[in-house]
């Protein structure tokens, strides 16, 4: 740990920044399944304001919680007390580190991803970060705060591209976070969960641009299984993703229904694709999602025409074989308006096994309930179930966690629109199912609090990591100002 200094443009904004935004009462997350009314909520733009707002905090014995974008379904931001919301903090600085001989980032808490890949495609030379989420409406202290990973097969979560972190603790200082200062401190810090402090700033890793060749195939579930093709692209491909879109083949036949595969692989060729084309490519997959928004509304009222739909959207929109070569955050960043469709989404993790085989085995019980459950006319999955497989990771309260950084693990999701009946049922029972079978444990930042028997299972797998954590907690939050909400204080109060 180090204290960190105020910078230039700090002290230069005392004078002008105001911390409070006045009239704002409520406040909800994107999905708008977490809602509060905190006593006071906050837009800081500076360090000054944060100290500001800490130092009220103590002086009023109010407890502080931290929301970006708002991207989370967990009720990690739910406060009655002190709410800071740090979209406003959103300056970037482009480094070459002498030291570690490559190029870094530094972003303020609030940078998101779609401003943060753009100053570093514009940079000379131009500059990316070789794996990062889909969405790129979401924040740099979002994704690492909550453990959130892209599809990249060779590494791990974004958390453990950080390398150091600067963070306003409860004693009103800025403390910096690093592996070279700190080893066991920074993997707390990687995922802190808002525990620690406040994220002021952060420094990731980058690299030069690159290209990537991305091929969106669509195979038979069961000629892709048989095949053994999983293995062969995770240990040959720079990232994969596969989607389960329910219902893609006519006349409700399991048998029929195809993967969508997505494999990327770097490459020295030009693109195939310049930023014109991405462009309106995006401008008409904002267009899609928009339109798609009311047909999604429909389902939600009228489970019963959700085969047909999927079915429809899958066939127009999506089954197209295609082969491109794009620039690495426009291939990384695949789908764009997103926002457009309000969804629930739960994603739990497990180790993936030698031959990957319990990775498929849990797959495969996902499309078996879909149709057993579409027998009785219960349609609870209706816009897909995604699955990725990274490498371990070695911060503490990672779900991914492994002592061996090479060790697979498999993340799966299961996403509907907002409303969809028999949903929550439905990812309790796959939930419940993976943590029984295969010790799975929740991404912090998605739906989990609502599985039954979840706190005891998380206490009891993540078990001395917790402790570890804790100890790093109590040193710099020992009264436990940044600690607001029932499901933390479960997990982490003994």
Known sequence: MALVKDTVKDTFTKVISNVEHFGEKDWHNWAENQKCTPDEIFRPVNLHDLKTIVKKAKENNKKIRCAAAGHSWSSLSVTNGYLVIVTNLNDIEIQYNEKLKTWTVTTEAGVYLKDLDEKLRKHDPPLAIDSSTVLTTVTTSGVVSTGSHG??????????????FQILTADGELHEFSDEIDPVEMSAARISLGLLGIIYKLTFKVEPMFNMIEKDNFPKISDY??????????????????????????????????????????????VTENQLQVKLSQTF?????????????????????TPFITNLLFNVGVDHESEKILQAPDAIHYQSGIDYLKCMEQELSFKANHDFSNCIEALNHVFKRVYELAAV????????????????SQSLLAPTYDKDPNAYYCS????????????????????????????ALPHWGKLWEHIPGIIPHIRKNVG????????????????KYFFDNESLRQIFSK
């Open 285 to 305: 997959q904002n267009y899609g999602l928009k339109f798609g928004e009311h047909l999604y509304e429909h389902i939600a009222k009228h489970p019963e025409s």
């Open 225 to 270: 299984w048989k095949a053994k093709n999983l293995k062969n692209d995770v240990m040959n491909c720079d990232s994969i993703e596969i989607l389960y879109w329910p219902f893609n083949t006519s006349g409700l036949q399991e048998k029929n229904d195809k993967l969508w595969v997505k494999t990327y692989q770097r490459t020295d060729k030009d």
């Open 412 to 439: 799966i999701t299961v996403l509907s629109v907002n409303g969809t009946r028999d949903y929550l049922d439905f990812s309790i029972e796959i939930a419940e199912k993976w943590m029984k079978k295969y010790n």
């Open 151 to 164: 599809m990249r097969c060779s590494t791990s979560n974004m958390s453990e591209k950080v390398i150091s």
């Open 377 to 392: 006319n219960k349609y609870p999955l209706n816009i897909s179930s995604e699955f990725r497989i990274n490498k371990a």
């Open 464 to 479: 001395k990591r917790l402790d570890d954590f804790e100890k790093v907690r109590a040193k710099y939050d020992p009264d």
